[in-house]
């Protein structure tokens, strides 16, 4: 882990993540100063291990906001600089605030968690920014303000478990971001493997490593199993999501799409609050009666989901498929609001339900209930009556691959085995494209589908 003896020790990673940003970047490439006409900055201020978690989201009242996070391990000011991306360097200055991190493991390593919101941004215009204070500054890094539009195309790289050894997808997906691909990532739960290991020592580790994807297009998250210890700690102090949840669970829009992360966890570790099951419902349930308000829907007509363990798959890996069933589907005596009957009840009709946690990919029929629901038999994924379930967990991790049973079930469309991530553009109000790409095979796109919804919400499913 390399750091610079400055006053203050950088850690972390740079993440922008945050509401729909549309990014104009693509002509940037990697190292963009001699477009601005900078030189980098003496070496003694130059710090490779400074990241900058950038993190978007709507503050009440605060039209074009939008938060920036880092970490330092001593107490320092919290300060950004920015500007506009062609225009004076800086020119302008936000001030924050910190909060103390204290890690559980058994050195409880003490660090600093950065907050400063830059607020009146002008919406699709991109600002170049550094955080810190006088006693050290980050690298330059640039962002593209929100977009609130609900007429744009928002593109997205998806993908859960992915660890800081044997990130296979890793090298692909900093290339395609920095050649400007995508405008939103979306990480479906497990880091690291894991935040919390060496004294959450591997947490800085990954931060770093993201950063290169995470500095220049927002970065979402939602908890997985991995990040259990500490009653989730490490991930609900290193990422900052939207709403008042420590990320837990949250929704945000962005283009046509109203998009929920919620957390499978707390169904499985219960010895943190069985209240977190009952909280987390009740707030699902009173968005989900939000969004499908007929003017809501009209404007972000599209509902997906993300958590991390699938309540579908055909994996046989002693995990939650052993029995060709998710845990996520069965009751027991103290849990009995699982979230398969809300988000598809007739109030919510969910249109895209995205997972990890499984080490594969794999593409489903529109299934409710354990029973298909095609379109048609020509067209299955053209006006079906059931959300459309997508894995994708095989980032690349310590944990390797997982496997198949095999023959696989009625609902399982397509599945794979290959290293990789998905790609999702929600193209307008009636079309959406998935594919997945395979890391082992080149980059290689192994799987395609066109998800078309001429009506959505109620009316669509009868």
Known sequence: MLIFHLPVGWTGSCSRVGLGFESHLGFLAT????ILGVSPPPPAFLCKSCVCLIISSFLPGVYGSMMVTWTTFDEADSMVEYGLLGGKLFEMMAKGSSTIFVDGGSEK???????????ALRPGFTYVYHCGSGAGWSDIFYFTALNESSDWSPRFALFGDMGNENPQSLARLQKETQVGMYDVILHIGDFAYDMDEDNA???DEFMRQVESIAAYVPYMTCPGNHENSYNFS???????????????????N???AHLISFSTEVYFYTDYG?????????WLKKDLEESNKPENRKSRPWIITMGHRPMYCSNNDHDDCTKFESLMLLLSPHITKLPQPLLNANFARVDLELWAHEHTYERLWPVYGFMVYNGSREEPYVNPKAPVHIITGS???REKHDGFIPDPRDWSAFRNSDYGYTRMQVFNSTHLYLEQVSDDQNGKVIDSMWLVKEQ??????V
Not at 456 to 461: E, I, L, P, S
């Open 234 to 252: 490490n991930y609900r102090y290193r990422f900052s999501m939207p709403g008042d949840t420590e990320g837990l669970w949250y929704s945000w």
């Open 109 to 119: 390593r003490k660090l600093f968690i950065h907050r400063v919101t830059l607020s």
């Open 274 to 282: 069985l209240d977190l099951i009952v909280k987390q419902y009740e």
């Open 201 to 203: 020592r591997i947490g």
């Open 395 to 397: 980032a690349g991790c």
């Open 31 to 34: 190292d963009w100063r001699p």
């Open 254 to 256: 962005v283009g046509p």
């Open 456 to 461: 959505h919400g109620v009316v669509a499913w």
